[in-house]
């Protein structure tokens, strides 16, 4: 006798109330059942049931180990899951949801390198609002840290810390006043995300804030953003993760450089279950990896 298959015939008689009818659901003897059973109580040093010539019923300590009999055998389900699963190659939708700047900016490499490691996955990457909340109609919500999800409902875990710095380009540096402190900026347009324009500020390393009061262009859309800053209609706030190929050009270029954002942190929440898909796990691990080579 072992613990599991103790543990299996106590709760299928919990189910089914019969030795009978527990045994024939185990495919076994009503003998074999309530040896079972015995030996279980035996080892507890507990008596599990009442038991009366028409049905079989929990006892008080009973009741108590149900929940740990349950916990046994979940656990061991997860197992065997995780053991068959490393054996498989993971297939079907992946549905990840992330704003267009993290979309396109932070996750595309990573998906387009988890894609060719793994040919049978297909990913549907669905548009976030920024500040928006994860929802359970994705496999992984890709955002900033959000402390007000529900975590009755779904898992998280940090994929990167990252801070913001203010960028400007070439053409406005020469065109407006020099710039050399904090105060300066009051005198200088922003562009904004309908996220920091509703927010009407950033908090900064410090732990003071900065007011966006003096801005001429919003949108959610990253590359327009990105563009009208190019063009030197005004600076930015975005983390250098963002914009590493204009650093690289020289289309933009960093200002007052010891000035940062407080540190964000860019998680990945996914529905809470017992068990994570394998295409989930595998592209959360990929990601992380990816993430912590920048």
Do not use: C
């Not at 527990?22 to 008596?47: N, P």
């Not at 180990?65 to 997860?78: D, G, H, M, R, V």
């Not at 994929?159 to 380009?169: D, G, I, V």
């Not at 070439?170 to 904090?182: A, E, T, V």
Request: charged share 20%.
């Amino acid at each position: 006798m072992d613990w599991l298959t103790a543990t299996r015939s106590f709760t299928a008689l919990v189910e089914h109330k019969s030795f009978t009818v527990a045994a024939e659901h185990l495919e076994i003897s009503a003998s074999a059942m309530s040896k079972r059973i015995d030996w279980l109580e035996k080892q507890l040093g507990l008596s599990l049931f009442t038991r009366t010539t028409r049905q079989v019923n929990l006892t008080e300590e009973g009741h108590s180990f149900l929940p740990k009999a349950n916990a046994l055998l979940s656990q061991f389900e997860i197992m065997i899951n995780h053991s068959h699963e490393s054996t498989k190659v993971p297939t079907g939708t992946l549905k990840i949801a992330a704003t267009l700047a993290v979309g396109s900016r932070v996750l595309l490499p990573h998906i387009r390198q988890f894609l060719s490691l793994y040919p049978q996955v297909n990913v549907q990457l669905n548009v976030l609002n920024p500040g928006a909340l994860p929802d359970l109609q994705n496999d992984l919500v890709i955002t900033r840290q959000n402390d007000e999800f529900d975590s009755l409902a779904h898992k998280g875990t940090r994929l990167l810390n990252y801070q913001m710095q203010l960028f400007a380009s070439p053409h406005y540096i020469d065109k407006h006043p020099l710039i050399k402190n904090l105060q300066d900026l009051q005198a200088h347009k922003m562009l904004l995300s309908n996220y920091y324009q509703k927010k009407g500020h950033i908090e900064l390393s410090d732990g003071t804030r900065f007011l966006f009061q003096n801005y001429n262009f919003v949108s959610d859309n990253l590359d327009s953003i990105l563009e009208a800053a190019i063009q030197g209609m005004g600076l930015i706030f975005i983390s250098p993760t963002y914009i590493s190929k204009q650093l690289d050009e020289g289309s933009l270029v960093p200002l007052l450089p010891s000035l940062h954002s407080a540190t964000k942190q860019l998680w990945a929440y996914y529905p809470k279950s017992t068990f994570v898909p394998l295409k989930t796990r595998l592209f959360i691990d990929h990601i992380k990896e990816g993430l912590t080579a920048l």
